[in-house]
């Protein structure tokens, strides 16, 4: 037995020679043994899923809730697809991309078309999950016996199925389990596949990966890679002709093209190509600014928070000790000793970088769990437990050799499994805070409102699964064209909601204050929600023993909507002729003309406001430094005046000084009033030599460029009357 420990991984696929009660040697194949291990680590998941599903039950007086509001969007998703309204969040609703898996998507949707309906579609997708848990650990002690030998195939199997972050994502209701399978299995297929340069299962399986998570496209795409190179290299040696090798690079290129498909539905159908999620989540678009170096430096974060979970170094147990470090090890072996295996190792790096660093450009990307990163746990213990191996290679004598490697592999399990509970705990104080807010939201609203009512709310998944009303989702995941008012801040949020058609505005809000999402203090304090709340749902849920729960808040709050002062705030301040009007804080009439927030220092964020005073109710925009726009419908040769709202908290008189400009040329400097606590009226004459066409440029800028203190003021907006 220590003999076959230490041979050559390969060699243990040929033969496994044992001695029968009678003494008889018999020659029986490896696989025979290495697929008892698969099945038996693949029950053991199986097994350790259920448990997750119990503790679940415990926690919510037998009735089966998701641990995170998420995998409700999926299934309300999956339930209009299945009703045959695909991609409608509400019925009639346009297409909408807030479903980050569309394979999921189709998935849940064949479980609602045969009878899966309510909270047994829940029970349907962890029912799933878990059956895929299973089949990825056993698929993994498969892939581990094949790189690594049989003792690590078995022992990485073990590891899968004990590991608690793993089992939390099968039990979660959300993508996890399939993505997990899809990877596991598309590099299983591969691996099979190399050998004769000829893929039949690897571009179908990696095809599916590109459509079961943006992260897994990457991952398809360097698999994509991988064959391509693996053909070109069959090519070279001459055992592939050219005419094959070109259509099986074509093959191996159909993942891409998928992935390219997926994307360009996304355009067709919303005009757009990046999904409601990246819109809202991603450091490209989540703030009203972009800065190339703001963007680095909270991506590098993500990335340093991803490296210290994946290493297993604090207290969310999400890995073994130095597990990210045992992960190269296991890579750098293969591509050292392994020759044959390189091009894997090299398709795998990149991908695991690709996903990294792609999840990492997210918002989201160290909350829930980190479950962007769950599906590729199995694959990453894989090549961990890999590493283990490796280093016990560097003992030169075979028995020391041989009890350090179930040692060392033994203490990585040991390490997983001792955490496992607590993530099995987690999960039914998860759920039981869902139970707490979004399911009971959802149930009073379902059984409180009227038929009719459409709600704005934050948490979009529980309370439209549940509530069964028309929703708007404020955050945009599932509501087009609310990401980006969102991301600019409450003020501009307001301008997308109220001017909606009357039919479509929100008649009640379900909201929470925190992020993610704008603060909701100032639609109460204009009045656009009518105080008091017409329900509070606290969250009664204890935290874990890292003082955390799933939800940020500590309360949702119910409201009815009052849009009587909508269109308040576009009321000019001044009397005259209104040429143009720029409203601050809608985005659509930002982009009308042209304007620009430019900022004294880097970083500093434009974000938008919402302010009432006696009847009136506008947003703005907080600017520090000055802001450029055009205006139009002018008569040249006649003098303008440009009227504003304006805030002018600032100590120092500079505070409240611009320079004009007017198609680049000096129109003077502008001293706005003095305005702390409620907006002024402020008046600036252009004169008439300046106004050359019907359209004109306005610059506002500090009169001492470069240096402080510079212009702060807060602009509701700018007539242009003559």
């Given at each position: 037995m220590a003999a076959e420990i230490d041979r050559k991984p390969d060699e243990l696929q040929v033969e496994d020679?044992?001695?029968d009660s009678g003494g008889r040697t018999e020659t029986r194949p490896s696989s025979v043994r290495r697929d008892r291990a698969a099945w038996l680590v693949g029950a053991l998941a199986l097994v350790l899923g259920g448990v997750f599903v119990v503790v679940d039950l415990a926690y919510n007086e037998g009735k089966l809730i998701a641990p995170i509001d998420d995998a409700y969007i999926h299934l309300q998703y999956a339930a209009q697809l299945g009703s045959g309204h695909p991609f409608e969040y509400n019925t009639g609703d346009p297409v909408s991309t807030g479903a980050s898996s569309l394979l999921y998507a189709f998935v849940l949707a064949a479980a609602h078309a045969v009878g899966f309906t309510g909270t047994a579609l829940l029970a349907f997708a962890v029912a799933f999950g878990v059956v895929c848990c299973a089949v990825t650990a056993g698929l993994a002690c498969r892939l581990g016996t094949t790189l690594f030998g049989r003792a690590a195939g078995a022992w990485a199997g073990v590891l899968i199925a004990v590991s608690g972050p793993f089992l939390w994502g099968a039990v979660s209701g959300m993508e996890v389990g399939l993505t997990a399978l899809l990877v596991t299995g598309a590099v299983s297929a591969f691996v099979r596949e190399c050998g004769c340069a000829r893929f039949r299962w690897t571009p179908v399986v990696a095809a599916l990966l590109?459509?079961?998570?943006?992260?897994?496209?990457?991952?398809a795409v360097m698999l994509c890679g991988a064959m391509a190179w693996t053909v070109v290299v069959a090519r070279r040696a001459g055992t592939v002709t050219t005419r094959r090798a070109v259509g099986r690079v074509a093959v191996g290129l159909a993942p891409l093209l998928v992935g390219v498909a997926q994307y360009a539905f996304y355009l067709l159908a919303t005009g757009t190509p990046r999904a409601n999620g990246v819109q809202s989540k991603s450091h490209l678009y989540d703030r009203p600014i972009f800065y190339l170096g703001e963007f680095v430096d909270r991506t590098v974060a993500n990335v340093r928070g991803v490296v210290d979970h994946f290493n297993g170094l604090n207290n969310t147990d999400f890995a073994f000790p130095f597990a990210l470090v045992f992960f190269l090890v296991g890579l750098g072996y293969l591509f050292a000793n392994r020759p044959e295996w390189r091009t894997l190792v090299?398709?795998?790096a990149a991908g695991f970088a690709a996903v990294v660093a792609s999840a990492s450009t997210l918002s989201t990307a160290l909350l829930h769990e980190l479950r962007y990163f769950q599906p590729f746990l199995?694959?990453?213990?894989?090549?961990?437990?890999?590493?283990g191996y490796a280093l016990t290679r560097l003992l030169p004598r075979e028995g020391p050799r041989r009890f350090a490697l179930h040692a060392v592999f033994l203490v990585m399990v040991l390490f997983t499994v001792v955490a496992t509970p607590t993530w099995a705990v987690r999960l039914g104080r998860q759920?039981?805070?869902?139970?707490?807010?979004d399911i009971s939201v959802g149930a009073w609203i379902s059984g409180n409102l009227p038929e009719d009512a459409i709600v704005g709310v934050k948490d979009v998944g529980a309370v439209a699964y549940f509530g069964e009303r028309r929703v708007v989702d404020t955050i945009g995941l599932t509501t087009n064209g609310m990401a980006e008012a969102s991301n600019n801040g409450p003020g501009s949020l307001y301008e997308a909601l109220r001017t909606l058609p009357e039919g479509q505005r929100p008649t009640h809000f379900a909201m929470y204050e925190p992020w993610p999402g704008v603060p909701m203090q100032p639609f109460v304090d204009a009045g656009v929600f009518v105080s008091p709340p017409l329900r509070v749902f606290p969250v009664r849920t204890p935290p874990d023993l890292n003082d955390r729960r799933i939800v940020p808040f500590n309360d949702v709050r119910v409201y009815e909507a009052d849009w009587t002062l909508a269109a308040s705030g576009d009321r000019a301040p001044v009397p005259g002729q209104v040429r143009d009007y720029l409203n601050v804080g809608s985005l659509e009439s930002e982009r009308g003309h042209g304007y620009e927030v430019v900022s004294a220092q880097p970083g500093l964020q434009p974000y938008t406001v919402l302010r009432r005073h006696g009847d009136v109710i506008d947003s703005g925009r907080v600017i520090v430094g000055g802001e450029r726009f055009t205006v139009r419908g002018?008569?040249?040769?006649?003098p303008l005046t440009v009227a504003t709202r304006v805030l002018t908290p600032g100590e120092n008189p500079e505070h409240r000084e611009?320079?004009?400009?007017?198609?680049?040329?000096d129109a003077g400097v502008w001293r706005l009033p003095e305005a702390r606590e409620e907006w002024t009226t402020a008046r600036f004459t252009v004169?008439?030599?300046?106004?050359?066409?019907?359209?004109?440029?306005?610059?506002?800028?500090?009169v001492r460029p470069l240096l402080s203190p510079y212009p702060e003021y807060t602009s509701f907006g700018y007539w242009i009357v003559q």
């Open positions: 020679v044992r001695a590109a459509l079961v998570r943006p992260e897994g496209l990457l991952f090299v398709a795998v199995p694959l990453f213990f894989v090549f961990a437990v890999g590493g759920a039981a805070t869902i139970r707490d807010t002018l008569d040249p040769g006649k611009v320079r004009v400009r007017v198609d680049g040329r004169p008439a030599e300046l106004v050359t066409s019907s359209e004109v440029a306005v610059e506002l800028e500090p």
